[in-house]
């Protein structure tokens, strides 16, 4: 279909109070955005999951700042000529804004998130949670025998790690069969957070012994 490969559509995300029918832009303060990362999404010409082509929006950085119930108004628009029309807009389901103490743990990427970073998309993709979580339990098998280990102090300052309490990973909107009525199905979030990489390095290795130093110690 020619409408997938339109260029002149885009998706808008606006956050909704889960209870409300009112927009939430910004904090208490009335300064600092409620959400972070990229709101607005151009249209992409992808593969369903059923191996089909289809038009989807993407906002794989999209984050919430605040703690609670919340919804996404997806609203789309199409540039004609110098004008921009909306036409149609959509709420996502409810999700959960968690705070760091009552984050409950990160889950393993959808098969959708999967297929579209198999496809090229840069998005983020948790697939090695359930190989970290066996490699967990084999590390506590392997504490009840004594070992002998040595440990270096390192006494420069560690690297800062930045928790989100949650991510958006991909809203993804599917595409409508004909283009005119300019509408979009339901929308099923996936959510993801973020991570962080800590640079572990070992110490310098000791400078090698040579004959040079062994005669001077029993000299």
Known sequence: SSYLQNPYYFMYASLMAADLEEEVHLLRDGKTRSTTGSVVSSLYHLKDIDNTDAGFFVFPDLSV???????????????????????????????????????????????LSRSFADQGLKIRIRKELRQRRKAGKRSESDDESP????????????????????????????????????????TTPSLSTSSSVLDLRAPPPSSPQTMYSMQQSYG
């Open 147 to 186: 070992r002998i280990q040595t440990r270096t102090i390192d006494k420069r300052p560690r690297q800062e790690l930045h928790h989100h309490p949650l991510q958006v990973d991909s809203i993804v909107p599917t595409s409508t069969s004909t283009a005119p009525d300019h509408s979009t199905s339901n």
């Open 65 to 111: 700042r605040m703690e609670g119930k919340y919804r996404l108004k997806l609203s789309l628009f199409e540039i004609i000529g110098k004008e921009v029309f909306h036409c149609k807009s959509i709420l996502s389901d409810q999700f959960i804004v968690y705070s760091a103490k009552k984050f409950p743990g990160m889950e393993e990427s959808t098969f």
